[in-house]
């Protein structure tokens, strides 16, 4: 079983910058990706961020350049940094561990007004 707990996000204007992290317990390793995923009111969850074994990272195109992505292996941590936010960037944030099954947070609400 792996738990995962999520701090950070909030409301912030648009081109304004938050934090999100993520804090991994459990049966969970550092050659496990973990990541973040995104809901927004009435469309799919979809991937935001994904950071892997060698640090191996994917952003969604939408993000690039503007989100930044890092993990604390020894932590077992996961951190999403987020600057020139949009108000296309309003979701609910959930932290993702890909160990044998998928794994999520209970998602951290992130709203940007225009």
């Known amino acids: 079983q792996v738990q995962l707990v999520e701090s950070g996000g909030g409301l912030v204007q648009a081109g304004g910058s938050l934090r999100l992290s993520c804090a991994a317990s459990g049966r969970i390793f550092s050659f496990n990706p973990m990541g973040w995923y995104r809901q927004a009111p009435g469309k799919q969850r979809e991937l935001v961020a994904v950071i892997s074994r060698g640090n191996n990272i994917n952003y969604a195109d939408a993000v690039k350049g503007r989100f930044t992505i890092s993990g604390d292996n020894a932590k077992n941590t996961v951190s999403l940094q987020m600057n020139s936010l949009k108000p296309g960037d309003t979701a609910v944030y959930y932290c993702?561990?890909?160990?044998?099954?998928?794994?999520w947070g209970q998602g951290t609400q992130v709203i940007v007004s225009s």
């Open positions: 993702y561990a890909l160990v044998e099954r998928d794994y």
